[in-house]
């Protein structure tokens, strides 16, 4: 299952609107005792990371009970996370500093999805 985004992911993410402000969609489930892992990589990425890039967390929260889902689309969290740009994202997850906390997010996760948004106009 896919955890971790790719070079080609990356780049693709970039090349639509690097400037204009996006906020990630992060839908997590945890590994066997994974919740624990994540929560060091949640503390660092809050402590060093999402301010130098100008991020903001928009919500944090556990998953409840499902109202519309088939068998196994439940999360354990959602996370989501405003950005200024495509362009501060990629930065961050390129910045070799960062890099060494992701196998904290890697070891966490049994499967992610990690989806950028655009607001609806007004």
């Given amino acids: ?47 060093r990371f999402l301010e130098r890039y100008g991020a903001k967390v928009l919500y944090a929260g556990d998953g409840d009970t499902a109202l519309v889902a088939e068998d196994g689309q439940q999360w354990d969290a959602v996370l989501l996370v405003r950005y200024p740009s495509r362009r501060a994202f990629t930065a961050m997850v390129a910045d070799p500093e960062y890099q060494k906390i992701t196998h904290f997010r890697t070891e966490a996760l049994s499967e992610a999805v990690l989806q950028p948004t655009r607001p609806w106009p007004s």
């Fill in 1 to 47: 299952m896919a955890v971790d985004p790719r070079g080609s992911d990356l780049k693709a993410f970039l090349a639509d609107d690097p400037d204009e402000p996006v906020v990630m969609v992060n839908l997590l489930r945890y590994a066997e005792g994974g919740r624990e892992s994540y929560a060091k990589y949640a503390a660092a990425l809050r402590d």
